[in-house]
């Protein structure tokens, strides 16, 4: 009886030596763990500040990518500033009449339309396709009414349904109803301290009640100041066909923009950067 | 029971026990926040591969629009406004759409649109390529029922130059474009280089249909042209000669015994060297007909280089 007791009990020994063998099997895994989630989360936040700039890049990419340099759509591109009209959508013209345009309400089930992505503002700037000289003309918005009745006039019948009369600075004699329209936004990025004190890449986009750029909001940050000993956080610079790079005055013939973004020094990380070669215009 | 027992004999296998639950619920927990993240990290994957896989798709469509349009599918778009479905593919968990539509007489516009799907939350993803394909025309619809290079046309009394009033399908082919009975113009310099097969009008005998030239001056045997009729030197009509659609001539076009019956426009460019002035003689017949006119244009109308295509999309 007492020897089948011993046998199937364990006892306090036996429980310490399983215990510190336990302890010490979880200390050694604990350290080599910890070692492991060291790396990793170093890895790991390397990798989201050079995917966060990453994204950044992307983002003012595609601001960018659709700009038609020729056309003026490159206002500014120096240092660590860049001023641009961005196309925001395309549409048709669904008559024009002297100095006022309308606009069709575009669909996504009309091949040649999409619905824009939001209204024609005061400021923007609309470019219609001539057909007689196979050229765009811009012209500027002054002032935006709305509209609700059919597209075309008694000339040119358009199958579309007008939504806004947009009136322009200047009349656009040669375009005729189905005339493809983009629609253009006045935008500027640029390398703004924000009141955390951190520096980061804003995007201002204009603003049609103030009739001037608004407010900058933060796009990605931080970024290193203007005068950060590697270079500035934010800069741009235009680039000809020869890679020259472009003063104010020769933007027109800008095919490329250099970007580079670059991170404050950070005790652990470094300084991280990273750039994108931007191709515009027709190539 | 026996379990329960022996338990309840032996605390420390009670404490075993506890201690075991205890590992358990912790590695439980952990294994379920694992899930969580891995959870979202694949919805955000399968979301960008979605978002990917769309744009891949309205590439491939766009690409199959290029195709259709420069092997002519834009010619069965005959008015501004018009659309034609190249193609739709629909697959379990994908699609694609080619439209090609005309936005204006010298327009076209290529969409390729995709569509993917993905994960079992059904993230659904779409994209939109649009490229504007302007067209080259060398000849520009004619402002007139007849125009002159350098001279104005003399117009017989007994002949007549008919300008109708537009309407229907009329109206849109003229584009509000103002036509005048005579004209004088700069003969195109585009149409010296168009290569258009030759045509011996002594031994056409039915009617010719498309774009053609035919060695001049006389025409001594009755034609009938529908599209356009051009010439390198002047035209002597010495025989029946029916168009409808553009007669052409870089010399002057002169009655020589036969009839001129045009639906559509004549131009001459006055250079051919003979010496005349063109001229409408008794009975000959032109009638402006700017859908004529612009069908027989379209018949050497041709794909803008792709330099001059315009990407639209924006996203």
């Known amino acids: 009886m007492h020897a089948h007791r011993a046998r ?45 700039l990453s994204d950044a890049l992307v983002t003012l990419a595609r601001h960018v990518a659709e700009i038609d340099p020729r056309a003026g759509d490159l206002r500014v591109a120096s240092d660590t500033a860049l001023e641009l009209l961005r196309p925001v959508g395309v549409t048709s013209v669904c008559r024009i009449v002297a100095d006022t345009l309308t606009v069709g ?18 400021g923007d700037q609309v470019r219609a396709w001539t057909d007689a000289t196979g050229r765009w003309q811009t012209r500027t918005v002054i002032d935006v009414l709305p509209a609700s009745d059919a597209c075309g006039d008694s000339v040119f019948p358009w199958p579309d349904r007008a939504v806004q009369r947009v009136v322009i600075d200047d009349s656009m004699p040669t375009i005729h109803p189905g005339a493809v329209l983009k629609v253009l936004q006045h935008e500027r990025w ?51 066909t020869v890679g020259a790079v472009l003063t104010a005055g020769q933007l027109t013939r800008a095919r490329s923009l250099l970007v580079v973004l670059r991170t404050p020094a950070h005790v652990r990380f470094g300084v991280t950067s990273d750039s994108v070669r931007i191709n515009v215009g027709h190539h | 029971m026996s379990v329960i027992t022996s338990c309840a004999t032996h605390p420390r296998r009670g404490i075993a026990l506890l201690l075991a639950t205890v590992m358990t619920t912790v590695v439980g927990i952990a294994l379920l926040v694992m899930w969580r993240g891995v959870g979202d990290n694949r919805r955000t994957s399968v979301a960008e ?34 659309s034609q479905r190249i193609a739709i593919v629909t697959a379990r968990r994908e699609s694609r759409a080619s439209d090609l539509a005309r936005t204006g007489w010298l327009t076209l516009l290529a969409r390729g649109t995709g569509t993917a799907s993905a994960g079992r939350v059904g993230i659904v993803a779409r994209a939109d390529r649009r490229t504007l ?18 001279l104005s046309w003399l117009v017989d009394s007994a002949a007549v130059v008919d300008v109708p009033m537009p309407s229907g399908r009329e109206r849109i082919c003229r584009a509000g474009l103002t036509v005048a009975p005579t004209g004088v113009a700069a003969f195109p310099p585009a149409f010296q280089p168009l290569l258009l097969p030759m045509v011996d009008p002594d031994t056409v005998r039915d009617t010719v249909r498309g774009a053609v030239r035919i060695v001049g001056p006389l025409l001594s045997r009755p034609l009938q042209v529908i599209g356009i009729l051009a010439l390198d030197s002047d035209l002597l009509i010495g025989a029946d000669l029916h168009v409808s659609g553009v007669l052409i001539t ?24 003979g010496g005349g002035q063109s001229r409408l003689g008794v009975g000959d017949h032109v009638r402006y007909d700017a859908c004529a006119a612009r069908r027989a244009l379209e018949l050497v109308t041709t794909l803008g280089p792709s330099a001059t295509w315009t990407r639209l999309s924006f996203y």
């Open chain 1, 8 to 52: 199937a009990g364990v006892t306090l020994i036996e429980l310490m030596v399983a215990l510190v063998l336990l302890s010490m099997v979880l200390a050694i895994g604990a350290l080599i763990a910890q070692r492991v989630l060291h790396v990793e989360y170093r890895t790991s936040a390397l990798s989201v500040r050079r995917q966060s």
């Open chain 1, 105 to 122: 309400s575009g669909s996504d089930t009309l091949a040649w339309s999409t619905r824009l992505p939001r209204s024609v503002a005061v």
């Open chain 1, 190 to 240: 640029s390398l703004l301290r924000g009141g955390s004190g951190e520096w980061s890449l804003a995007l201002s986009a204009w603003d049609p009640a103030r009739a001037q750029l608004g407010i900058p909001q933060p796009v990605h940050s931080p970024l290193a100041s203007p005068i950060a000993p590697g270079g500035a956080g934010f800069s741009v610079r235009a680039v000809d």
């Open chain 2, 49 to 82: 591969s979605a978002t990917r896989r769309a744009a891949a798709l309205a590439e491939s469509a766009q690409v199959a629009v290029f195709f259709a349009a420069d092997s002519g599918a834009w010619r069965a778009l005959s008015v501004p406004g018009s």
């Open chain 2, 133 to 150: 394909i302007p067209l080259t025309a060398p000849i520009t619809l004619p402002h007139a029922a007849v125009t002159g290079g350098a």
């Open chain 2, 250 to 273: 870089r010399g002057s076009v002169r009655p020589s015994g036969g009839h001129l019956a045009v639906t559509g426009a004549v131009l001459a460019g006055d250079a051919g060297g």
